[in-house]
Structure formats: C-alpha cells, structure tokens
C-alpha cells in the first residue's frame, strides 16, 4: 500500500482513500482492502468462490487495515466480507469502499472497473468556474423520476442514457446552467430519495452503470450544461449489512448512543474521528474526481454545525474543522473551479467565508429564510399582506453575509405542503397570476436560482418519486403559457448581468420598499450599460403608479406576467414605454408613471447612457 496515502488516512487528510481502500480489479485477481481495525477474522466471499468463507482470508496488519488478493474475481461479480467482529457475531458486511451494488432488495457489492476513455470534456474543465460572476439557474432533478414511462414498473428505473438527449434540450429551452441530481450513492429505499445511503462511493445501480454515469455527465460538459450531486455526510443507515458497528465497534458513527442516533432513525457520522474524516473527504472528491461533477450540494449540514441541529446543544467545532478542512483540500486540489454548496437552514456565521478567514468555505449557502417567508407571504389573503410587508423585504436585510441561492427545492413540493403554485392564495388562475408575480421576485432578486423539476410548468400534484413528472400538463393553455413565461423570464436572466453579478451591494437598490397599503414593491438592479426597474403588485387592485427611477430616458416594459401571452387578465401584449419626468420621488431625480396589473409583476429597462 501506498505508506504516504495511508498515514494521511489516519490523519484525517487523504482526499482519494478510494484508490488504497475497496476491490481493485487487476489482470488475473482483484485485490481487496478493507479498514476494520477490531475485527477478529475476515474473509472475501462472492460469486467468484461460491460465497465459500474459507476460501478467501483476509491478512492483517498493524494498522488494523485488511487485505488480500482473489483470483479470479473480475468486474462485475458480487461479493461481500464476512466479518467477526469484536464481539464474536459473524456478519456479511458490504465493502464501505464498493464502487458498484446490486440493485435492491439485494445487498453485495459488485467489482468495479472505473476505466473510461471516453472523456472529451477538457475544454469544459478548464474553462468551468464556481460561478459567481454568471448566470446560474440549478435545475433540481429526480433521476428515477424526471421521465418515467407509465409502463415501468416498480423494480425498474430510466437510465442515464435513455434521458440525458431530453434533459439536454430541456435545460437549453428553460435556461438551466447546471442540473442538481439527488444522491447517486447507493440506498436500500427508494422512498429515502439517496439521502439514507449505505455505500458512498457506490454509484446506485438503478440507474445504469459506472460507465453510463461517466458517459452522461460527459454528454451534459459537451452541451454545456454542468452537473451538481447532492452529498449526504451527516448520517447513514443503520442496516446491519453496512456501516453501522461494522467490527463490532462504532467505527464509523459516534460512540455516545444520544449522538450516534439522528432523527432520521439513522447513525451519525463521528465527524470528530480522523479516519471518518478521511472517509467522507474522499467521498466528496470521489464525484469530483472520478465521474467529473462540477459541485456538490451538502445535505443538512445545521445537523454537523450543531450537535443534531440543536442550537441549544451548542456548535460541535469538530464536525465544523471537517467541513473547514474539506472544503478547504478540495479547492486547493481543483484550483477553485469547482461549487461547494451548503444546505443550511440555521443563522450560524460564515457558512460561505473563506476558511483562511475563519469560516466553513462554503462557495454558497440555501437562503431556506427567503424562501420561507416569501411562500408564507403568498399564502396569504392578500387583504392580509399589508400587515407582513416586511416578509418581502427582510431578504435584503441580511443579503450580503453570505453568497446565497434562491431555492425552491424537493423540499417544498411533497409531504403535503402542496406545490410551488399550489400554495399561492386564491382561484386557479390567481395561483398562476401570482405564480408568474413570484418567480419575477425570485429571479429580479439577488442570489442564484434552484427550481425542483416540475416547477417550470406549474405543477399542481406534489411530487412522487414513483411517478413521472406530468409532462402532459402542457397541453393545457394555462401550464403551456407558465412555462413560456419560465422560459422567457430565466432568458432574461441568462442575458443580462444586472441580474447575475449578485453580490456587490451596489447592484441593487430599493426604490419602494414601504408601499405596504397597495402590497406593492418597487426595486432596481444596476449594470454597467443598463437599469432594470422590477414592479411586483401583490394585491387584487391594478394601479397607476408612480415611483422614482434614477436615469432619464424612456423606460420599456421588457416583461410583464399580466400579458395574453402568459394567459394573464390583460386582453393584450402591448408593451409600455414611458418617458422619465424630472420630479424627484422616492429619492430618485427622475419620475415614471405606469399601469400595474393586480397579482403581477413587471420589469422595464432604461438606458444608463441616455444623457
């Protein structure tokens, strides 16, 4: 074994633990190496000696790390260890390290060859960034159920190949920059969606196969399109055939009963033990490294900052040294193009500061706030909203203390809490109207965008893993407008940096931040050539309002969620352009006079260069 990689293992430091650990295919035997420093005996059973447990002995060192050489077990046979562990029980484990399994209900892993040439995404990798300066619009995605043919039944699954030509076209026709796919890493039940995993480098074998993974991420670098993968690091499940008590001990989870056990009815990672660390710090550069993701979302991290997420237990400073670590080895090691992102639903500082300036090094952090307070403010009757103005606009209060992206996740389509559009107040076509309102707000306000599959067309049928996503809405009039109005709007986006240089402070500005009585908001976003002045009306009464506007010129509407074309209450498309008058208003020199919709928004672009 290589001796260098192996000290940096137990010392918490080793980012490709994968090429010392798990079953390595040669030309003639497979080597396999395991850590199971309290094991008693271990032997390598599997197809290749008829799951024979004296066959195939596994040698010990002083290390605690075991190993040994099969012949002829070769890529694509199953096999296990059959442990005795410190306590005189005899259990098959799988190996921590698989790069492969068996589909469920079964439970080995399967030898791996990770060999592919096929790769032609260089240009990608040298010209990708983490981001900041860019339009980036996530589209979340379900593998097993982004498109799932009504005929397939529950033991099957769409693989890589057969989806990634239409999610290619898709993200091109809805401006998507990057997919996010929940975890690929290999899980017992469906139900948990990837995030109660069993094997972390495992790519799941619903889907197809290591190779078929390489070629659909390949295929996404090619269209210019990057990937990001959901990365769990905080619990695993407690199933008998895996991780937990894996010799015995609880080598991989925490000691203490009260800390190993998560509210998820899983086991906590002991992110405190040096050889976890290496573990999971390999997990992560795995994706990176060997199937070339372009980030990783980190799941749940308020449950690692926090011992199980409770604020109250105070900050666990050694699962915050891991994550400081991580991310700091995995910038140094990717030159900084890769995204590090953090699902963190707490108000713990300096999620996204540099670890070199004390913080986690996180590239983003979810504003799970904005996105709270926004839906519940849409949620209400709007007569009601005048007394919670302040939903809207706290955003911006605390904006610029991290980098944030606007999420409306999983998350907040199942378990019924009913869908994005689903959730607004009011008659069918005042949840669209209000829908189309909301989605200017998200994406006129500073931060990058993450939108659930299904979100773009309205959906009004929470999302089930086991079903499709309902494509067929589309040919009805009011979910075909909603997702030309998706596409036009996220266009916008993509070709204006008023909306994407984000986090400079002086890249927004609130025009109108205390119209509270009409439910009205009037905001700019700045660039270098132009202004874009952002009207969102939340009330059932149209306006002719008036507010300030900073440069002269005419200002033209460039969007407007009213419009026929978007199935809207307006009879027409018709465009305003109106001129700036020179009356001060709202501490602004100049002075515009528009018609505002009810339950709309509207977007007008003037000139910075009109003298």
């Known amino acids: 074994m290589d001796k260098k990689k192996t000290q940096a293992f137990f010392e918490g430091r080793e980012l490709e633990a994968y090429n010392l650990f798990g079953a390595h295919p040669k030309k003639t035997y497979t080597e396999f190496t395991l850590w199971a420093p309290h094991a008693k005996s271990i032997s390598v059973i599997g197809d290749f000696n008829k799951w024979d447990v004296e066959a195939d002995p596994m040698t010990k060192d002083e290390t605690g790390i075991w190993s040994a050489k099969v012949k002829g077990a ?72 982004w498109k799932r043919p009504e005929e397939m039944g529950p033991n099957e699954f769409p693989k890589y190949l057969d989806i990634v030509d239409d999610l290619i076209a898709h993200c091109k026709k809805f401006h998507f920059t990057h997919v996010e796919v929940m975890p690929l890493c290999e899980h017992p039940f469906d139900g948990s969606w990837g995030y109660q995993d069993t094997a972390y480098f495992s790519t799941t ?15 996404l670098h090619e269209a210019g399109i990057g990937i990001i ?31 190993a056990n998560s509210e998820w009815g899983t086991a906590n990672f002991d992110l405190w033990k040096e050889e976890v660390r290496s573990f999971l710090m390999s997990a992560a550069n795995y994706w990176l490294d060997i199937y070339h993701m372009d980030g990783l979302r980190w799941d749940a991290i308020s449950n690692a900052i926090f011992w199980k997420g409770n604020k109250d237990r105070g900050v666990n400073e050694g699962a915050c040294d891991f994550m400081k670590r991580t991310n700091f080895m995995i910038n140094e090691k ?29 590239d983003y952090k979810w504003d799970l706030g904005w996105m709270n307070d926004t839906l519940k403010y849409l949620k209400r009757d709007p007569i009601y909203r005048q007394y919670h103005h302040n ?9 610029y203390s991290e980098r944030f992206i606007l999420p409306f996740s999983h998350d907040e389509v199942v378990h019924g809490k009913a869908t994005i559009v689903d959730k607004m107040w009011g008659s069918y076509e005042d949840k669209f109207a209000q829908c189309r309102a909301l989605y200017t707000y998200m994406f006129t306000h500073p931060g990058k965008k993450l939108n659930f599959m299904g979100n773009e067309i ?37 070709d204006n940096d008023a909306y994407y240089y984000g986090y ?16 009205m908001y009037v905001f700019m976003r700045i660039a270098k050539d132009k202004t874009f002045v952002t009207v969102l009306n939340f009330s059932t009464n149209p306006y002719k309002a008036q507010f300030g506007v900073p440069h002269k010129g005419v200002y033209t509407e460039v969007m407007n969620t009213q419009w026929a074309k978007y199935n809207g209450s307006l009879s027409h498309n018709n465009v305003q352009q109106v001129k700036a008058l020179r009356l001060k208003r709202n501490n602004q020199p100049y002075m515009i006079e528009v018609d505002v919709p009810p339950l709309g928004a509207q977007i007008f672009e003037v000139s910075n260069e009109v003298k």
């Open 74 to 145: 070769k890529p694509g046979q199953s096999y296990k260890y059959h442990v005795e562990q410190s306590t005189g029980d005899v259990v098959d484990k799988i190996d921590p390290f698989a790069f492969f399994s068996e589909l469920r209900p079964q439970t080995a892993s399967v030898i791996a060859d990770l060999t592919f040439k096929g790769w032609t995404d260089k240009k990608w990798m040298d010209s990708r960034t983490k981001g900041f300066d860019d339009p980036l619009s996530i589209y979340e995605l379900h593998l097993g159920s």
């Open 504 to 519: 400079n402070p002086l890249n927004f500005k609130w025009i109108d931040a205390d119209d509270a009585g009409r439910n």
């Open 205 to 219: 074998s619903r889907y197809g196969t290591n190779v078929e993974l390489m070629q659909f991420v390949n295929k």
């Open 334 to 362: 990717y030159k900084g193009k890769v995204m590090l992102i953090a699902e963190d639903s707490t108000d713990f500082p300096n999620v996204t500061k540099s670890t070199l300036d004390g913080g986690l090094g996180f």
């Open 458 to 494: 309205g959906m009004l049928r929470e999302w089930d893993e086991q079903k499709s996503t309902d494509w067929f809405l589309l040919q009805y009039p009011m979910h075909d407008a909603f997702a030309q109005f998706f596409a036009d709007l996220s266009g916008l986006y993509a």
């Open 229 to 259: 993968m959901d990365f769990v690091p905080v619990h695993f499940v407690k199933d008998n055939f895996a991780l937990a008590r894996f010799d015995g001990t609880p080598l991989y989870e925490y000691s203490n009963p009260d800390d």
């Open 391 to 399: 939903d809207i606009t706290f955003s911006m209060a605390y904006f």
